[in-house]
Structures are given as structure tokens and as C-alpha cells.
């Protein structure tokens, strides 16, 4: 798995993300762009993904070495296919994006509004598969909240119309579509399901076990660079955004610049990171993630903490301070 | 004859799955990569009821969306066929909106008809079908041999009756080999509204079930699901070709 | 003397490719009610797009084609037609294709007079025992006779008839020649008949009509003066002799064969 | 006569496009919903050099998708065209493939063959419109008249010399009309694999990055170049059915 | 003497939807190379059936056809075939009809030779001018003069023409005659002609075979003597005048019109 490139002895790993090229990816291309890959004689190429289920299979099956995907699904995935060569070995998103988003002026600002009202909710929606979680952490009663399922394609238009007053979805994307379709950014209640009570974990870099035994310090490197990227990423989200408009130059970068700081502000750069660092997991969090998921997924196999995510590869704290 | 017709067909699909099963096999690819049929039958098994119930609310949204293709496509196969002028006029939108991925189109119709999920569903599966349907009604009625139209034009008939007893007869051929186009296309518009707009029922759903909890196998028997079914609408358009249009099969001695 | 059929001074050219190709060039016709009429002339000079002329299929460039003395604009219901190639409906019986002419023309048949009428005329042209059958089962010559029961089964007031007997062997059609005198006493109509068969045209017609060779004009008239109860017989005396012979030479003069004298 | 050719079919889309603001116009829908034509041009304007990059890639791999599924589709539908046997074990299977969503196969694609997008693309598009070329090929063989075959049979001809002087040329219009389809649904698979498993080239891409944007005027002007691009390539079609096929559009007098 | 074709014993039923329809009832006919057979009989009797076993469209249910004494499996390239229905593809021009045949038929001549030769026989049809239209552009009898031309473009050893004068009128047909003769001195051929035209019948071959109705058999065969060297006006000699009565009369007895005694 190890190709050295021509000339240069770098390692090509190619990184599989897990969604398209928006402003939260950008810490990787900083991190391009920033030299911080080429200092670990690593040259990465990004992917864009279609979806967590996507990035998972990419790396199980040893196509990409290295990915980003949503714990959650990740968790799921080993239950489904036990021994599958994967693994999380640095979360990113310390807080996951998974959030309800409400408009105020349809009398949604808090958990409890929901009752009584109608949510529209994807199926397939990484957030809707966490609600009811949310829902017996705040003590919300499921009988009197009316769940309108809608595609991600109408889901904010539909809360723009007002067929429904709140959604489930990522905070950072929902909140931009709807000030995108003309909603009053202060009619917007971003309710982060991280902020009352749901204790999961968001998403990850995670690797083909394989790979990862036989160049650990490959994956270190990467992880130190990585590191490096969302520190610079954080300092100056503007340039970092330069590095994605780069690669896309449909995006749009004011747009793509507010998101970025939306994902840092909400998910990323949390006390708990500030003060640890980024990458780790907490193990008595991750016990009582397990058991909020176990409240919404049956598990196939009993849960098991370790399948899941390892600090083995993890480089030093001082390297993953973000400040 | 007719042991004939069910044990080649049949033999067709088992030789598939031996093979698809030995590809599999033999690469030793993993679930996610690609499930084998030995992987379906749990899935069948478990999820029978559901697959029941939501392969019947496929079934018959696919089919009135193809009904509605099929009358749809015949009128304006019929308006393209007769006046070259629409024809011209007509043929280049068509293709443009054709064009178009449905996929794309889903969410423009189901924001339109906010909740019609049967409507919205049958709109889908009707707007992906009709095509191929006027494009073989309008060649079948442009290049009807003068000779033919002559016997009905001779007697003073009108352009409708020219239409039904000669080239609608005449085109009966072509017509159901659209049509058996037409049912592939209407099945895969049935799913598209299901998986991009999900409302909770038909097998669209049942496969962003199994996308939701990565249940390769589940996916998997989805889509083979949907095959089988449209196997079946192939065979009763088989049925209605041998009553309307078995005079056109030529053997070949 | 009413002409029920009326063709003065017709000229017609097909558009072709290579500019137009004229086919008539100064056509008279004219058939009284109840008369029958048949047209002979050399192989591509036009007799054809003459049925056609008639049948309302096709507009003449220049000219009058006239039914009743109403300008033909279009075809009538009223006019039964044999092509010269017998095109039946492959996807029907021999019987429906028949049948085909009483679907469209308005009539007060019920159904099972609609099949009857198919029946007798089947039976009459000899195809009895092949009413169920599909045109591809029959031969050349059956196929030639069901479009001839299809021209008639309407009872059509005018009947063209292009070279309905072509395919078939003499005794086939000498019985189809009688079959055709008898139907028109029983069903009057009035007939414009292409045949290529001296001996039929004289057999069947009141008038011959022959062409010259393409671009066509009306060449030579002949009346025939055989009554109405006509006898294969009637074809070996010395005066069909005679017409036959100056039926012959006009062709040839009509192809060119001879030389034009005043016959 | 080209005057008409150019003028009908140019009007035709001018009255499009002015029925569609109307209808925007009159409901009063915002763009999310439904843009209008005249919202089109801004983002057409802004992104005029990604449209003609991107759509280049589209084109491209949309035409030889479409090379591929008449190559195939040719092949397969002799196949099924001369032996009942083939016909009637390969069409069930056929139609079963063809009635799964191609959007549920792009994944499974994806995934087997890694990183080749170009490919990968050129697969989808060939794998969702074989189909109507196999079949029109096919019923243009199996119902073949006997009389045109005899000719041919008589001379000692081969089946394949039957079906490049025979079958073929008489089967034109309609494998004309198939190929029309063929190039609605080729585009649609390029644009599948684009916006599905995005690897950032295409107009499918560009829709993608208007989505994620929620620049809806941009995901409406990508639609309508897709349309566009269906209706040049529906041209090149016409042009060499124009040269292959003229024969067979009957004028009606 | 060794036969070219030899049909021995045949017979054939086709297989229809109310049972088997035998056509062919024990069928005897032989061709010497070089020789030229005439076939007549009743409509439908099964003489185009005949046809299309000689060219080994089909086989026999029963009994031997045999060229050069092989029996026949399959078509063969060295045969020749007007069929009675003047199928022409219509997106050729006639020409191309015409050079249908040698571009399937293995053949030394040049693209120029092959077209050369296409050209010579149209003209010699009377078809000069007509050379690029297309089918639909064509008289019946023109189209049928086109399919002769196919028939005979590749010099075929063996030459089955069913019916291929029956749209002609009758100078253009005697042409035709005359033409056909002079064809078959310049290229030899060995001929099966298929006819109602008893006078087309004695005039072009050497040997007329009567079928019986359907299902047919060989019901009678007579030599015709007239030399190689023949005119039209060898048709009216007293002999040929006798020689037609007796074909009529035998074809009277196939209809059933008259009693079968020994002829
Ligand atoms: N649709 C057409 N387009 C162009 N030319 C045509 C068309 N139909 C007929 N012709 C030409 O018109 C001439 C007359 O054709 P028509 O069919 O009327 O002849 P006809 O007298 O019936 O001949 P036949 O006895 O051989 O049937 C022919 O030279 C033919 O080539
Ligand atoms: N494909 C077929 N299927 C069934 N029956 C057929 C088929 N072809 C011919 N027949 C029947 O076989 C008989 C003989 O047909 P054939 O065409 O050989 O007659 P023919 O002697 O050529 O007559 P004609 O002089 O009218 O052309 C007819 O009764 C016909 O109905
Ligand atoms: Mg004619
Ligand atoms: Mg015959």
C-alpha cells in the first residue's frame, strides 16, 4: 500500500471524505496547501463522498486508506460486518452537527416547542436516526410530535414554505440553506442535539486496519498534519476556504467561509477539545454513547468500545493543540 | 411450447445467480462490496411482510404511472406522427426534457404538490416512461407504408381510424417493445421518488432502510426485488403482446 | 347522358429527384352511370396513377376529375378500390380483412350480416375453407381474389379495379370474369377497370379506353357492342376478332410499334 | 424546407420558454421552487467558462457511452433478434437489470473500479441505454418479413450478410427512434455518475456545487444546458437518420 | 442423360392452425441441364411452394429434390429467383436493387463491371432512365421488370421465375420473351418458369408440366418441339394451336371442370 511517487520517496494516501467539497473539508486542503502533508513525505489526494455509508465501505475495502466518516455510522457498520478492517483513529467533531433547526417565528426555540408541532425529517438523515435519543434526554413525548418524512432536497425548502416548523439535519448545513432561501437569520433556532444531552461523538478519521499495522507512523504523520490543517484552518478559515474554492470553482466562498466557522464554533472547537487537544474520545462518554445509540439501533453483537476507535496512532497532545 | 417458454427463462436467471454467486465467491468480496444471492434469502426472510407490503405499493403506483404513460404517449406519438410540423416542433423539447435526470426533477415536483405522495410518485414514474412511447407510436405512424394507408384512405376514413385499424395494429410490434422499455423506466421512476423524497412506503424506502443501518444484503434484495418485479410486468406485457401482436413473430422457416 | 365519372384534360407529373417526370398528359375519360370502362395501355404509362386520380388519392396538376359532377376533392366512401398490389392487413384474418370496408363505411349491417355478406363473396371467388386464415398462408393468387372481395363488399357505387385478375390462371379468370357480370347486375355499379388482358377488357367492358405510352393521353376509344348477358363465346366470333386486332395495333402504336394512322 | 427545419423547431422553444416564466410569473413562485428563464441567465453568465468545461466532460463521456450501448446493444439484440432461444432466456434478465435504479448501481460501480471516473461514467451511461437499441434491433429482426429475408436467404446469404443488407437498413427508423432515446437516458447516466459519486468534473458536478450552495438559478441553468446539450445531440442523430434513413418518412400524399 | 433437377415423389403440408394443409402430393418433375420447364396449374395449387423448395427455402415433408443429383439442404448461390410478389428494397434505387446479387454472391467483377452489368440488363427490360429511383417511384410492371433483372444479374446456373410477366401488357411481355430467349443463349441457364399463360408457357420452354388442384401432383407433361430458333409467329401454327388445347383441356381436368381420361 505504500507507492513512493517517482522522484520524490513521498507516500501517495489517498483520503476519502465523506461528503462533497464544502467549507469543512477545507482544513484538508489548507493542510495541502499549508505543507503540513509534504512535511510528513505524504501525498494526498481528497476524494469527495457521497455520505458516512460511503466513505465506511471506501476504506473497509482497502480502496482508500484513509478516510473521514460519522462514528456513528462507523459503529453500525462493524456491528453489521464484524471484522471488516476499519476503524476511527482521531475525531474531529467533537460535538456532532446532528441538530434540530426550528424557526422561531413558527414557535420553535427549544426542545420542548417540538411537541404539539410538525418536524420534518429525512430518513435516511444522520440527525433523525439520533432524535429519539434527544428526545428521552429532554424528556419529549414522540406521540405529540407530528414526524413529516421529506427529501433532503425539499427539507429546508419545506420549513421555508412553513409546511413544517422545524428539521432535523447538520446544524452548519441546514442553517445556511435556510438563510440561502430568505429565512431571517434570527428567525433560525439552531437546538445542537450535543447541547442537550446527547453524548455521541461526530465524525472521524478512520482507517483500513491494514494499513494502518503496517505504517502506523504514516497514519501518525497524517494525523499531525491534519491536526496542523484545521489549526490553521481556525486561525484564518478565509484562506483556508481559498484552498477549496481552488479545487471547486463553482463553490461559493462566502458561503463555504460561514460554514467552516459555523463547524468550528459548534463542533470542532469545543472546550473540551481546547483544552485536551484534538482527537481524542473520552471512554465514559463513548460508554454512554454506546448506550444512547443502543436506545435507537438493535445491536447485532454486544458493543464494544475498542472495535471502534483506537489512540494508538494518535501523534503527541502538543502536536494536536489547536491554539 | 409453453414448458418451453417458462424453463428457458427460468434457466437464464438461475445460470445468473450461479454465476454472480461464483464472482463473488471467487473474488472473495465482502459485503459491502457486493452481496452474494446466498446473502438475500435472510433478508427475503426477515423483512418478508415489509417486502410484501411495500412491493405492492410499488407495483401498482408503477403501473398507473405507466398507464398513464402509455395513453399520454400514444396521443402524442399520434400528434407527432401525423403533422410533421409537430414533429419538428415537439421532438427537440422532448429529448430536452428528457434530458433532464429525473432525479433532479423529484424535488421540484414533490415541493410543487406538497404531501401527494401517490400523486407525486405516479408523476415521476409516468414523466420517466411516456417517451420511448411516443417515439415509437410517431415512427410507426410517419413511416406507415403509403399502400397501407391507402386501402383506409380510399374508403374515405379519418386520421383516427387510420390510426386504430392499421397503424396502431401495424406498430404493435415496436409499440410493445417500447412499452418493455417504458416498464424498466417507470420502475426505476417509482424508486427514484421513493429513495430521494422518502415517505415511508414502497421498496424505495425499504433500501434507505437498509442504506441507513448498512444492511449490504438488505439493499442488495431490494434491488433484486425490483428486477423480479419487473421481470413480472415484462411477462404480462409478454401476455398482452401474444393476444394483440403474436401475428408479427415471423419464424424463421 | 349523365357521366357519372368525369375526367377532361388531365395532366399530371410526379415530383421526382431528377425535376418532374410527367406520367399524364391530356386525359379523357368519362364513364356514364352504370357503365364500365376499361383502360389498357403500355407497362408505366400511367394507368395507375389514373385509379388514383379517380379515387380522390392524388390531385391532378391540372384538369377536372369529376364524380357526379362534383369536383373529386378527396376520397369518398362511396368507392371501392383493388390495388394492382394486393396489400392485405396482415394482423387479420382473411375474413376481417374482407370485412374491413363495412368497419369504416357507414352502413346499417349488424354484425352478423356484416360476416355473412364477407362470407358469400369469399366463397364466390373460390377461398371458401381459407376465411380464418392470415394473408402470409395464402398464395398469390388467393391474395389477389380477397382484395377484390374487399373492393366490392361495400357495395360501392364506383369500382376501381387495377389489374385484379393479374395473378391468376385463365379458367380462374374467366369464372371471375362471369362472377364480376353477375355482381354488378345484382349490385349496380359503375367500373373503371386497368387490365392488361385484351380479351377482358372486351369480355367485361362497354367501352375500352387505350393510353399511349407515357406521358399518357386518350388515345383511342373503342365501344364494345356485346349486351349485357355476355358468354366466353362471345370472345371467338369475327368481330372480337376483329376488336382484338385493333386493340393490338393501337398499343403497339401506343409503344411506339407502329406508325400512327387514322384508325 | 431547412429554413422550416430550423425555424419550427427554434419556435417551439421560444413559446417553451415563455409559457414557463408566465407560469413562474403568475404563481408567484420563488426560485427555490421553480426558477424562471430569466433567472437563468446571471448564472449562466457567471459560470460561463465552467459550463463550456464542464460541459465538454459531460458531452464527451456522454457520447461515448452512447458509442458503447450501440455497439453492444447492436450485438446483443442480433443475438435475441435471430435465436428465440437467446430472446427468450436474455430479455427477463434484461429487464430486470434495467428496472433497478442505476442510481443504487452507481456506488457498486464506484467501488469496483476506484478512482477511474472517466470510466466509471462512460459505464453508467452505456449501462442505462443499451437497453432500447438492444431491443428495437431485436424486434426489427425477429419480425423481419419473410419475403425480405428470402431474397437474401435464396442468394445463399449468411445471417449476418441477412441482417447488414436487410434487417439493419429496414430496421433504420425505428433504431433511429431508439437511438433518440438512448441519447435522453446516456446523458442522464453521465449526469448520475457526476452528481452521485462526485469527483468534480461536469455539468453534474456543477448542479452539485449549486445544490450545495443553494444557488438555485445555477441548478435550473445546469438542467437547462443538460436539455440543450440533449437537443444538439438529438440533431447529430437526426442529420445522419437524414443520411441513412430518409427513405422511410412517407409524405402523407 | 443426367437431370440438373430432379423432384421425385414430393410432397408437402403446411402446418396450419386447424391442422396440416398438404399442398404438394407427390410431385414429379425433372430439368435437364440447359433445359427449361414450364409449371402451370390452378391458383393455389402449390406451384410458387414448388418454387421455394427448388431454391431450398424449405424442405420437403416427403421425397427428393436433387441439383446435380445433391440433395438440396439449403439455398445456394448458384440460384436464381424471381418471386412472384416483386419485393424490391425500398431504401435502394432500382439499381442497387439490381446489384443486390453480386455483392453477396462471390464474384471476380469489379465494382465498375457489376454496376456495367446492372445498367445492360435494366436497359434490356426497358427500365433505361429509371436506374436511380427508388421502388416507390416504379409502375407495377416496372417493378417487376426490375425483379427479373435481379434474378438474372449474377448468371445463375439455376433460374426459378414465378410468374415474372404477369403485371406486363401483352407486347411488353412478348418482348420480354424474346429477350429472355436471346439471355439464355449469351448465358445458359437451366429454367423452372411458373405461369398461367399457357402461349408464355409453350413459347419459352422446352417442357410444360401441368400440376393437378391442391394438394398437386404431376397430373400431365408435354414436350414442346419447337427449336431454339423461335418467333412469335411459331405461336400460331396448328400444332401449337393443338398443343394449347390440350394444355387447356388439362388444366381443365386440375380444376375438376372436366372428367379425367387419358390424354
Ligand atoms: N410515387 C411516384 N413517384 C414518382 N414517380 C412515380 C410514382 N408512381 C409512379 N411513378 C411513375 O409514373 C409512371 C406511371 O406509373 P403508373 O403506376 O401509373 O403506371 P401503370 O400504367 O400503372 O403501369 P403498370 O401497368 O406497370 O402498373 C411510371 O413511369 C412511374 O415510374
Ligand atoms: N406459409 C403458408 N402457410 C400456410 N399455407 C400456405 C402458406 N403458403 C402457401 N400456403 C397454401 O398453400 C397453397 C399453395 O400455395 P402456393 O403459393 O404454392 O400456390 P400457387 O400455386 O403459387 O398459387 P398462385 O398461382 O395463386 O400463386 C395455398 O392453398 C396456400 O393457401
Ligand atoms: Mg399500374
Ligand atoms: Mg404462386
Known amino acids: 500500500a505504500t507507492l513512493a511517487g517517482g522522484a520524490s520517496a513521498e507516500t501517495s494516501v489517498p483520503f476519502a471524505l465523506d461528503w462533497k467539497f464544502e467549507g469543512p473539508s477545507a482544513p484538508y486542503f489548507a493542510a495541502i496547501d499549508n505543507g503540513h502533508f509534504a512535511a510528513a513525505d505524504l501525498d494526498v489526494e481528497i476524494s469527495p463522498g457521497r455520505g458516512s455509508l460511503d466513505a465506511i465501505p471506501k476504506v473497509a475495502t482497502g480502496a482508500f486508506p484513509i478516510g473521514f466518516a460519522d462514528i456513528n455510522s462507523l459503529i453500525k457498520f462493524l456491528d453489521q460486518n464484524p471484522g471488516a478492517p476499519v476503524t476511527a483513529v482521531m475525531m474531529i467533531y467533537d460535538k456532532p452537527p446532528f441538530a434540530v433547526v426550528g424557526r422561531k417565528s413558527l414557535g420553535v426555540s427549544a426542545p420542548k416547542d417540538l411537541e404539539g408541532r410538525v418536524l420534518g425529517a429525512p430518513p435516511p438523515d444522520g440527525a433523525w436516526a439520533q432524535f429519539p435519543a434527544f428526545a428521552s434526554a429532554n424528556g419529549l413525548d414522540m406521540s405529540k410530535i407530528t414526524v413529516e418524512p421529506v427529501g433532503f432536497p425539499t427539507r429546508e425548502p419545506m420549513l421555508a414554505e412553513g409546511n413544517v416548523a422545524a428539521v432535523t439535519g447538520f446544524s452548519f448545513s441546514s442553517f445556511l440553506n435556510l438563510v440561502r432561501l430568505g429565512v431571517p437569520e434570527d428567525d433560525i433556532s439552531t437546538i445542537l442535539m450535543a447541547d442537550y444531552g446527547l453524548e455521541l461523538y461526530g465524525n472521524a478519521i478512520i482507517v483500513n486496519t491494514d494499513f494502518a499495522a503496517a505504517n502506523p507512523e504514516v497514519v501518525t504523520g497524517f494525523l499531525a498534519a491534519v491536526a496542523a490543517g484545521w489549526k490553521d484552518a481556525i486561525a484564518d478559515p478565509a484562506k483556508a476556504i481559498e484552498s477549496l474554492v481552488e479545487r471547486n470553482p463553482a463553490a461559493d466562498a462566502a458561503l463555504e467561509t460561514r460554514r467552516l466557522q459555523l463547524a468550528i464554533d459548534a463542533n470542532v472547537a469545543t472546550d473540551a477539545v481546547m483544552a485536551n487537544g484534538l482527537g481524542g474520545v473520552d471512554a465514559a462518554r463513548m460508554e454512554k454513547a454506546l448506550a444512547q445509540l443502543a436506545e435507537t439501533y438493535e445491536f447485532q453483537n454486544a458493543p464494544d468500545a475498542s472495535l471502534y476507535f483506537t489512540d494508538a496512532y494518535l501523534p503527541d497532545a502538543s502536536a494536536r493543540m489547536l491554539k | ?253 | 347522358m349523365t357521366n357519372l365519372i368525369e375526367i377532361k384534360g388531365v395532366r399530371h407529373a410526379y415530383k421526382t429527384q431528377d425535376g418532374p417526370l410527367p406520367v399524364l398528359d391530356g386525359l379523357d375519360v368519362s364513364v356514364p352511370e352504370g357503365g364500365f370502362v376499361a383502360v389498357v395501355g403500355p407497362s408505366g404509362c400511367g394507368k395507375s396513377t389514373l385509379t388514383r386520380l379517380i379515387a380522390g388519392l392524388m390531385k391532378p396538376d391540372e384538369g377536372e376529375v369529376r364524380l357526379h359532377g362534383d369536383l373529386v376533392k378527396g376520397p369518398k366512401s362511396t368507392v371501392g378500390m383493388a390495388f394492382q398490389n394486393p396489400v392485405l392487413l396482415e394482423w387479420r384474418t382473411i375474413l376481417k380483412n374482407v370485412m374491413l370496408p363495412l368497419e369504416i363505411v357507414p352502413n346499417r349491417l349488424s354484425a352478423r350480416e356484416k360476416e355473412d355478406r364477407a362470407r358469400e363473396l369469399l366463397a364466390l371467388v373460390g377461398l371458401e375453407g381459407f376465411e380464418e386464415k392470415r394473408p402470409s398462408e395464402l398464395s398469390g393468387g388467393m391474395r389477389q381474389r380477397a382484395s377484390l372481395c374487399r373492393a366490392i363488399v361495400h357495395k360501392p357505387e364506383v369500382l376501381i379495379l387495377d389489374e385484379p385478375f393479374g395473378a391468376l390462371d385463365a379458367f380462374t379468370r374467366e369464372d371471375l370474369w362471369q362472377t364480376m357480370l353477375k355482381v354488378k347486375e345484382r349490385e349496380p355499379f359503375t367500373g373503371v377497370l386497368i387490365t392488361h388482358d385484351l380479351r377482358e377488357s372486351i369480355f367485361l367492358a362497354d367501352q375500352v379506353v387505350v393510353l399511349s405510352g407515357r406521358p399518357a393521353r386518350t388515345q383511342y376509344v373503342m365501344d364494345v357492342h356485346l349486351g349485357a348477358e355476355r358468354t366466353l363465346d362471345d370472345l371467338y366470333t369475327p368481330e372480337t376478332a376483329e376488336a382484338l386486332n385493333t386493340l393490338r395495333h393501337q398499343i403497339q402504336i401506343a409503344q411506339g410499334r407502329a406508325p400512327e394512322v387514322a384508325a
Open chain 2, 1 to 253: 411450447m409453453t414448458l418451453r417458454a417458462v424453463l428457458v427463462p427460468l434457466a437464464a436467471l438461475v445460470i445468473f445467480g450461479l454465476l454472480w454467486e461464483l464472482l463473488v465467491w471467487a473474488n472473495g468480496w465482502p459485503n459491502y462490496k457486493m452481496a452474494s444471492p446466498s446473502d438475500l434469502w435472510p433478508a427475503f426472510w426477515k423483512f418478508r411482510w415489509l417486502f410484501l407490503e411495500y412491493g405492492w405499493d410499488t407495483l401498482w403506483r408503477t403501473v398507473v404511472g405507466l398507464l398513464v404513460a402509455v395513453i399520454f404517449g400514444v396521443g402524442l406519438g399520434m400528434i407527432m406522427g401525423f403533422s410533421r410540423l409537430m414533429r419538428d416542433a415537439l421532438y427537440p423539447l422532448l429529448v430536452g426534457f428528457n434530458a433532464i435526470p429525473k432525479a433532479t426533477v423529484v424535488p421540484i415536483i414533490a415541493l410543487l404538490f406538497v404531501g401527494q405522495h401517490d400523486m407525486n410518485t405516479i408523476l415521476i414514474a409516468f414523466l420517466i416512461s411516456f417517451f420511448p412511447i411516443a417515439v415509437s407510436v410517431s415512427i410507426g405512424l410517419s413511416t406507415l407504408e403509403p399502400e397501407y394507408r391507402d386501402i383506409l384512405r380510399s374508403l374515405g376514413a379519418s386520421n383516427l381510424t387510420i390510426f386504430w385499424k392499421i397503424a396502431l395494429p401495424k406498430t404493435l410490434p415496436e409499440f410493445f417493445g417500447a412499452l418493455k422499455v417504458a416498464v424498466t423506466l417507470a420502475f426505476i421512476g417509482t424508486n427514484l421518488m421513493e429513495i430521494v423524497e422518502p415517505h415511508g412506503r414502497g421498496l424505495g424506502h425499504l433500501f434507505d432502510s437498509g442504506k441507513i443501518s448498512a444492511d449490504y444484503p438488505l439493499m442488495f434484495a431490494v434491488l433484486i426485488a425490483l428486477a423480479l418485479m419487473g421481470i413480472l410486468l415484462y411477462y404480462v406485457v409478454v401476455a398482452l403482446e401474444k393476444i394483440f401482436a403474436g401475428w408479427a413473430e415471423r419464424s424463421p422457416t
